[in-house]
């Protein structure tokens, strides 16, 4: 069977969809990888196929075009509607210019199935121009592009119009987010176990070793700051945990090293190592509400305190806070007192441990990808 996977050129829409595609791999299946060419190293280091679909991405003159401008005056909700609105209106324009190249390569090679990440839509129409199933595949979290359907629905009208679309569920939608997590829908979704994929990495030597002090965990993730252009969150909750009887470690990108300024020497700074060879040492964590960060520290059992601000981030942190097994604070309503009065809340409550490890149960209870391969198959037939 051929299954040709389609995805945005970031690592947080990217790297959900590894553990599926390398389940179909190792079960004997040809897998290809379709998204923007600055997209081939990520997917190629994944020990991924690649094809290039439509042209590298100008996200700052992509934006700049595009950007929908609230008013001086606006408030915080209409300042992020601005924002989903800009960012929907980014993903149409990506998807317009790879539906030729995405279409053209899916007509010649002919997938049995094609898997595509909720703003792929023009994977959608290659595997309706193809005869195919298509695969709707969640990045983790809670399914926001569901909760956000009637709103966003005028705003895509143009592309679906252009592209003939319909349905954007697809024939299913596999769903790596822990049942009691996620939103409720009315959708066919065939829940898998989060795998946590970040990449490859080096497990140093001090990981082995038991933390003297309750080790705390800072990051924000990638998308952050190359949005805001500055990491000023992260050199806010280090500044605010460092005030705790706590070893502090914070986790971020080598490009990102410069947005950090100087930070406590106490703080122990760490590049490029996966999360999931951190977390499990860490007795909480403190990030930005992204999809990959938070169930990834739910797979690892991890008490989180959230500070979101956009997209799916406020929706990710509600629902983690109804479960228990975390705590949040919008990030515009953050300081340094109120970070560290959160986090040493989170530190001293027994249920936020015990809810974390019963989502880390529930996650380890659901069907491995592997055990989903031959869902897709009979999808296939």
């Not at 596999?174 to 490859?200: E, K």
């Not at 080790?215 to 990491?231: E, I, Q, S, Y």
Request: charged share 20%.
């Amino acid at each position: 069977m051929r299954i040709l996977f389609s995805t945005w050129a970031t690592r947080s829409h990217f790297y959900p969809l590894v553990p599926l595609a390398w389940a179909l791999r190792a079960a004997g299946h040809e897998i290809r990888v379709a998204a923007q060419p600055d997209a081939g190293e990520m997917v190629t280091r994944s020990g991924l196929p690649f094809v290039a679909a439509g042209p590298a991405l100008d996200l700052g003159a992509i934006i700049e075009r595009i950007r929908v401008r609230p008013g001086a005056e606006a408030s915080r909700e209409e300042r992020e509607q601005a924002r989903s609105a800009t960012a929907v209106k980014m993903f149409m324009a990506g998807s317009a210019a790879m539906a030729d190249d995405l279409i053209d390569f899916a007509s010649g090679w002919r997938p049995d199935l094609v898997v595509y990440e909720p703003r792929g839509y023009a994977a959608m129409k290659a595997a309706q121009v193809v005869g195919v199933p298509a695969i709707r595949a969640l990045s983790g979290g809670t399914d926001y592009t569901y909760v956000r359907e009637e709103v966003e629905r005028p705003i895509l009208a143009p592309l679906w119009e252009m592209l003939g679309l319909q349905d954007p569920h697809g024939a299913l939608t596999v769903d790596p987010c822990p049942p009691s997590l996620q939103v409720p829908a009315t959708i066919g979704r065939q829940f898998m176990r989060y795998v946590p994929y970040n990449g490859g990495g080096t497990v140093p030597g001090w990981l082995a070793e038991p933390p003297a002090r309750p080790r705390v965990l800072v990051t924000f993730g990638v998308t952050f700051a190359k949005h805001a252009g500055n990491l000023d969150p992260v050199r806010l909750a280090t500044e605010a945990v460092s005030g705790l009887d706590v070893e502090v470690v914070v986790a971020a990108f080598p490009e990102q090293r410069k947005l950090l300024g100087n930070l406590p020497q106490s703080v122990r700074l760490v590049e490029s190592m996966p999360l999931h060879l951190l977390l499990p040492t860490v007795t909480a964590v403190v990030h930005q509400g992204g999809a990959g960060t938070m169930l990834t520290s739910a797979a690892c059992g991890v008490p989180q305190m959230v500070l979101p601000s956009i997209a799916d981030e406020p929706l990710n942190a509600l629902r983690l806070t109804e479960l228990g097994a975390g705590r949040h604070v919008h990030l515009a309503d953050a300081d340094q007192d109120v970070i560290r009065a959160e986090v040493a809340a989170l530190l001293e409550s027994r249920s936020h441990r015990e809810a974390a490890r019963e989502l880390k149960e529930e996650i380890e209870r659901q069907a491995s990808p592997a055990e989903i391969v031959d869902v897709l198959e009979k999808l296939a037939l």
